[in-house]
């Protein structure tokens, strides 16, 4: 079954669709190898207002009347890069490969619902709001299928440790 169309998605309608891209969220990452609890969700929505105001901020989204398909954001990552917060965390699991990802696409989020998967709307998603500039994603390694998915489109392990992979694509 066809996908509705990818557009880009301008700060202010994307904040006001929290309540659908939630769902699509919860749909996507709530199962096997994510499973991700109520509060993760909810921190995902309270963290979106954030990422908008961020700089880099390109969403796009797959939805028709009734709902959203799917959707995808990224930010450029601080120059240099941070050593607090979610950054410092990075740090911690990486190493000194993070401070190469200064000024890089930092792809925030990749949501599919499982019904509307294996039809390129990922891949759509993810292209849209990409440009020439290097870019970068944390995924985890048990999602094997997810790993898959950015092999075949070029990306590449950079780090792994205790289940999570740095994956970049120059």
Not at 127 to 139: E, G, M, N, Q, R
Request: without cysteine.
């Amino acid at each position: 079954m066809p996908h509705p169309p990818v557009e880009y998605a301008e700060p202010a309608p994307f904040l006001a669709a929290l309540d659908d891209l939630a769902d699509v969220y919860s749909a996507a990452f709530s199962g096997p190898p994510w499973d991700e609890s109520a509060d993760q969700v909810r921190t995902f929505v309270a963290s979106v207002p954030d990422w908008t105001a961020r700089d880099g901020f390109l969403a796009a989204w797959a939805r028709d009347p009734d709902a959203i398909a799917g959707f995808a954001f990224r930010v450029r990552t601080p120059s240099p890069v941070p050593s607090d917060g979610f950054y410092g965390l990075l740090r911690d699991r990486f190493g000194a490969v993070v401070d190469d990802l200064a000024g890089a696409v930092e792809v925030v989020e990749l949501a599919v619902r499982p019904d509307a998967r294996g039809g390129g709307l990922g891949r759509t998603l993810l292209t849209t709001v990409l440009d020439d500039s290097p870019a970068w994603l944390v995924t985890r390694t048990a999602a094997t299928a997810t790993m898959a998915f950015y092999a075949r489109l070029g990306w590449q392990v950079q780090a792994e440790d205790d289940g999570l992979a740095l994956l970049t694509r120059p």
